[in-house]
C-alpha cells in the first residue's frame, strides 16, 4: 500500500484539464472551505449543530496532526523522483528513484524512511499518514449527515471521500494507505462522535450553561477539562499544531461567553438567513485579515522557532475568538439574531 506504481498510473492520464479538477477537489479539504461550510451552518441553519461540527473538526484536526508525527511516514513525492509534484507545480528534486515499498502489503525501505523524516524536521515539507484532506471530508461530511439526519448526505460522504481521496494520490501526496488509513481513523471518530451525541444527549447539555459552572460535578469536570484545561495544556506543553489548538480554545472561550448571555435563536425567514450568512462570513473574513495583516507587519514569524509557535497560536486564538464571538455579537445587535427566549422579528 506504499508502492508508488498506482500514483504513476493515475499521473499518466495527466492534463491541464484534469489537473485543474483534482486541485479543485483537494481545495475542499483545506481548512478555508471547511470554515466556510461551517459558517453557513452556523448562521443559517443551526448555531448548535454547526458548534458541536466545528468542535468535531478541530479535534480530529489535532488527532490527525498527532498520528501523522507519530507515524512519520514520508509522502509518494519523497520516495520517488518519477512521481510529479503537480500540488505544488514544481519540480520533484527528491533524490530518490522508485524508492516506494516493493509489494503491496511490503512497507517502505526504513533508510529511505529516515532519510525523509530528517529532511521534514528541517522543514522540507510535512508528514503524509494519515491524509488530513481525507479524515477532513469523513468528519465534515459524515458530522454533517449525522448531525442533520438526512439520507441524501449519507450518499454523500462516500463520494467526497473517493473523489479526495482519488485528488490526493493523483496530485502525489499520498500513497494508498494514507487515504484507507484516513478513512479507518475518520470513521471511528465519527462512532465516538455518535456515540456521545446519543449516549449522552450532547445537542441538549452541551448548550447547557449549568454544566460549564465551576462545580464539583463530574459532567461539569469533564466539559470544562476538554473546553479549556486540556487545549491550555497541548498550548504549553506543544503538543500540536499551534494554529488548531489556538483556534480551539479562541472558539471555546466565544462559546461560553454567548453560552452566559444566552445562545443566539437561529430561527427566521430565508432572506434573514441569507443576511445572516452574509454579514456573519463577512466580519470574520474582516477580522481574519486584519489579525493576519498585523503579525505579518510585527514580523512575528521571523523570530524563531519558539516565537513562531506563539505567534500562531495567539493569531489563531485572536482570530477564533473575535471572529465567532464578534461575528455573533454583530448579528444580535443587527437584529438578525435574537437570544434564545426573546421575541424574534421577521
Known amino acids: 500500500m506504499f508502492q508508488t506504481e498506482p500514483i504513476l498510473y493515475l499521473q499518466s492520464f495527466a492534463s491541464d484539464s484534469l489537473t485543474f479538477i483534482m486541485m479543485a477537489i483537494t481545495q475542499m479539504g483545506y481548512e478555508q472551505f471547511i470554515i466556510g461550510i461551517i459558517c453557513f451552518i452556523i448562521f ?20 490527525n496532526v498527532f498520528l501523522k508525527e507519530f507515524f512519520g ?13 503537480f500540488d505544488k507545480g514544481e519540480p520533484n528534486t527528491s533524490p530518490f528513484i522508485s524508492g516506494g515499498a516493493k509489494g503491496f502489503f511490503e512497507p517502505l525501505n526504513q533508510q529511505v524512511v529516515e532519510a525523509i523524516r530528517l529532511q521534514i524536521q528541517n522543514g522540507m515539507d510535512s508528514y503524509g499518514f494519515p491524509s488530513g484532506h481525507v479524515q477532513n471530508m469523513v468528519s465534515l461530511w459524515g458530522g454533517i449527515a449525522i448531525l442533520f439526519k438526512k439520507h441524501i448526505l449519507y450518499w454523500i460522504v462516500p ?21 484507507i488509513g484516513s478513512a479507518v481513523i475518520g470513521g471511528i471518530i465519527l462512532l465516538g462522535f455518535n456515540f456521545l451525541l446519543v449516549k449522552y444527549s450532547l ?34 506543553t506543544r503538543m500540536g499544531e499551534a494554529n488548531i ?20 435563536d437561529d430561527s427566521g425567514n430565508l432572506s434573514k438567513r441569507a443576511a445572516r450568512v452574509i454579514i456573519g462570513f463577512t466580519f470574520y ?26 505567534a500562531k497560536f495567539f493569531e489563531s486564538f485572536i ?3 473575535f471572529g465567532f464571538w464578534g461575528s455573533v ?18
Open 203 to 236: 445537542m441538549e447539555s452541551f448548550f447547557n450553561r449549568n454544566n460549564f459552572v465551576i462545580a464539583a460535578r463530574i459532567q461539569n469536570i469533564i466539559f470544562l477539562f476538554f473546553l479549556l484545561l486540556l487545549p491550555l495544556i497541548l498550548a504549553i
Open 73 to 85: 511516514m514520508p509522502r509518494p513525492v519523497h520516495v520517488d523522483s518519477n512521481v510529479q509534484y
Open 159 to 179: 463520494v467526497m471521500v473517493v473523489l479526495m481521496a482519488l485528488s490526493r494520490m493523483y496530485l502525489g501526496r499520498h500513497f494508498i494507505a494514507d487515504v
Open 245 to 264: 489548538i489556538g483556534y480551539l480554545l479562541g472558539t471555546n472561550i466565544a462559546f461560553l461567553l454567548l453560552l452566559f448571555k444566552a445562545i443566539p
Open 285 to 310: 473574513l474582516l477580522v481574519m485579515i486584519v489579525v493576519d495583516s498585523g503579525f505579518d507587519r510585527a514580523g512575528f514569524y521571523f523570530c524563531g522557532t519558539e516565537m513562531e509557535y506563539i
Open 319 to 321: 482570530i477564533a475568538l
Open 44 to 63: 443559517g441553519i443551526s448555531f448548535r449543530k454547526g458548534f458541536l461540527l466545528l468542535q468535531l473538526m478541530m479535534w480530529q484536526g489535532l488527532i
Open 329 to 346: 455579537t454583530f448579528l444580535i445587535k443587527l437584529g438578525l439574531f435574537s437570544r434564545e427566549n426573546e421575541p424574534q422579528m421577521n
